[in-house]
């Protein structure tokens, strides 16, 4: 397994601003996702994010509003950016360890805009 | 968009009482996971189950696959209040590359009555 953490754990934002995600592994992995679950709903994924290449974007999301970066192994970012009130989610990172096996998941950003 | 359909969408029982979640899903896959999300938070991930097995245990959790008719269902046992909790199911596509995400269906809350 992987043990994941990401900063912040929850923000209050107002519309308009931009908010940086962090997604840190306790070990390296290839595989790095980004999910968003809007309230009451299910996950789905924003963008994979590769270590030295730039991330693949999922249909309905665009890297002007969701850039992402993958430094290294252990380490990405998300940035909401121009923030709206439809951008209130939780925001989750998740990682694939090995191959297609399984993929564990960040605590979550919970983040409201108003 | 959602790959997967659970049922029921939510699910109250007795403790001590099983409970059964199927998933339903579209497109070929590699494997199916599923996890639990207790109020909001991270994903918690349960087992999962590759596209060549049948059927899987884990402690009081057992899966079952049904590739012909795309379909998985998870049984809890003796069920406790502390399964209370929504639970998702979750395919990995058979896309090349390994690079794809998970596409996640909409989620069963189950509520454990004492």
């Known amino acids: 397994s992987a043990v994941i953490s990401q900063k912040p754990s929850r923000d209050i934002c107002q519309r308009g601003t931009s908010l940086t995600i962090q997604c840190q592994v306790d070990?390296?992995?290839?595989?790095m996702f980004w999910y968003r679950q809007q309230p009451g709903q299910s996950l789905t994924l924003i963008a994979t994010a590769n270590q030295g290449s730039e991330a693949t974007y999922e249909s309905g999301f665009v890297i002007d509003k969701f850039p992402i970066s993958r430094p290294n192994l252990t380490f990405s970012t998300l940035t909401v950016s121009n923030m709206s009130p439809e951008d209130s989610s939780i925001y989750l990172c998740?990682?694939?360890?090995?191959?297609?096996?399984?993929?564990?998941f960040g605590p979550g950003t919970r983040l409201t805009v108003t | 968009s959602q790959q997967g359909e659970e049922d029921p969408q939510a699910l109250s029982i007795q403790e001590g009482e099983n409970a059964t979640m199927n998933c339903s899903y579209k497109t070929s896959i590699n494997n199916l996971q599923w996890y639990r999300q207790n109020s909001g938070r991270g994903l918690v991930h349960l087992i999962l189950i590759r596209s060549n097995e049948r059927e899987k245990h884990s402690g009081r959790l057992r899966v079952t696959l049904d590739t012909s008719k795309k379909s998985s269902s998870l049984l809890i046992t003796a069920s406790r209040a502390a399964d209370t909790a929504s639970y998702f199911c979750?395919?990995?596509?058979?896309?090349?590359?390994?690079?794809?995400?998970?596409?996640f269906g909409k989620g069963t809350h189950l509520i454990i009555q004492p």
């Open positions: 998740s990682v694939r360890t090995s191959g297609r096996g399984e993929q564990y």
């Open positions: 070990s390296q992995v290839t595989m």
């Open positions: 979750a395919t990995d596509g058979e896309s090349g590359g390994g690079a794809d995400g998970l596409t």
